[in-house]
Each structure stands twice: as C-alpha cells, then as structure tokens.
Nanobody, 121 residues
Framework: QVQLVESGGGLVQAGGSLRLSCSVSGRTFGSMGWFRQAPGKEREFVAASSWSGTSYADSVKGRFTISRDNAKNTVYLQMNSLKPEDTAVYYC??????????????????WGQGTQVTVSS
C-alpha cells in the first residue's frame, strides 16, 4: 500500500526557514511534487522533481529547493526567506513516470495528507 506522509510544517516568522519532508512507502516513483493550498484559494504548484530535472513556481524560485533521498525514499522541500504569502497547507505528490516535469496536480495519482505552514509577519 502506497503512503505519502509529510512532516516539518509549523509556525515561522517572515524571513525564516522550514524544511518539509515527505516519506514514501510502498514503492518508488519517478516524479515527486509539492503543491500548496491557501484558505479560499485553489491548489497551486510549488516544485517538482523527476529524472528530467527540477522545476519551481516563479513565486518560490530562488527561495525553495526540492531534493530527494532515494535511499530513504523521501523528498524534501527546503523553504528559505519565507513570506506571509507562503502560508498554506503543503502537500507532496507522486507519479510513476520520471520523464518530463509534472506541474499539473491532476498528473499525480498519489498524495499525502498535507502539513500546515504558517508564516507570520
């Protein structure tokens, strides 16, 4: 049974950092992604990693870094220089294909339960 479990969320002041983790069990995946959803807003793409490379939303480029530890079957999202507008529930996602960069949430069949990130001003 596939499970994705996020951790590492919390409350941080603007300018601070957090590292989110997503531990994957059950199988390995070619593509992993991070998405977020703020209250009253639609889910949006944050970052993705696949055999083809990595990609970031313009709003987080230069501040967030996605990385993978294949030995631990875990994907991370290092978030630096956090802003109040980064406040959201963050979800990790997984897809079998490792080709291309998947930015559409509909391309990911597997999702974690989400972890809350709150950035205070």
């Amino acid at each position: 049974q596939v499970q994705l479990v996020e951790s590492g969320g919390g409350l941080v002041q603007a300018g601070g950092s957090l590292r989110l983790s997503c531990s994957v069990s059950g199988r390995t995946f070619g593509s992993m992604g991070w998405f977020r959803q703020a209250p009253g807003k639609e889910r949006e793409f944050v970052a993705a990693s696949s055999w083809s490379g990595t990609s970031y939303a313009d709003s987080v480029k230069g501040r967030f870094t996605i990385s993978r530890d294949n030995a631990k079957n875990t994907v991370y999202l290092q978030m630096n220089s956090l802003k109040p507008e980064d406040t959201a529930v963050y979800y990790c996602s997984a897809a079998s294909t490792g080709w291309g960069i998947l930015k559409d949430g509909g391309a990911y069949p597997y999702w974690g339960q989400g972890t809350q990130v709150t950035v205070s001003s």
